[in-house]
């Protein structure tokens, strides 16, 4: 297979702690994306780096990327309880075209 | 941003019959949508990609006769499983890229909840 792996798989912290997320993958990449998604919903897009870019930032987001390890992690400061939700990296490969390969995923939950 | 929607929003259904799920973009022209399947607690697999005007592109494994897919339009695409059994229950989801550039975000539909009873 060629998806993706994400750890932690679960992660639990409190309200305004920062939550780290992880992602790695197998193929070059065009670009990687990081999605959110509610529990039985559809997913929302967050950030996209592309494969030249090595950090970028979008409001309480931060996301890294290093493509000589194959890897990527997404950091989501002062953590509210409605960040409670699973976050996916998303990788377009090199000569895909828009084919998203996802990874497995990090359940967040932020408790009060 | 860009929406995609996706009707129905759930749908059950006895073995044996076909279920038809419609993913459309509301504001934007889409020549490629995809589709993907989810199961529960599960990650997002892609089971084909819908070209408007052509034949869909199937990923290993998909049946393409199981899973039909119709891009009639360049805003519809229709992914209808035919003779469902309880294993084809699953959170069906599709998208639409924005933009001609390749690897561009995607805009996903909020999904279609099969169950096969």
């Known amino acids: 297979s060629q998806q993706g792996e994400e750890d932690p798989q679960a992660l639990s912290i409190q309200e305004g702690e920062n939550a780290t997320m992880n992602c790695s993958y197998k193929?070059?990449?065009?670009?990687l994306q990081w999605y959110r998604q509610n529990s039985g919903r559809g997913l929302v897009h967050l950030i996209l780096i592309r494969s030249n870019e090595r950090e970028k930032h979008s409001g309480r987001l931060r996301v890294t990327l290093d493509t000589s390890k194959k890897s990527s992690s997404l950091l989501i400061t002062a953590s509210r309880a409605a960040d409670t939700a699973s976050y996916f990296c998303a990788t377009a490969p090199t000569g895909g075209g828009n084919k998203l390969t996802f990874g497995t995923g990090t359940q967040l939950k932020v408790e009060l | 941003g860009a929406v995609v929607s996706q009707h129905p929003s759930w749908v059950i259904c006895k073995s044996g019959t076909s279920v038809k799920i419609e993913c459309r973009s509301l504001d934007f022209q889409a020549t490629t949508m995809f589709w993907y399947r989810q199961f529960p607690k599960q990650s997002l697999m892609l089971m084909a990609t819908?070209?408007?005007?052509?034949?869909?592109?199937?990923e290993q494994g998909v049946e393409k006769d199981k899973f039909l897919i119709n891009h009639a339009s360049l805003t519809l695409s229709t992914l209808t499983v035919t003779s469902a059994h309880p294993e084809d229950s699953s959170f069906y989801i599709c998208s639409a890229p924005v933009g001609n550039s390749r690897g561009d975000e995607q805009f996903f539909g909020p999904g279609t909840r099969l169950t096969v009873l």
């Open positions: 193929t070059s990449i065009n670009n």
């Open positions: 819908s070209n408007e005007g052509s034949k869909a592109t199937y």
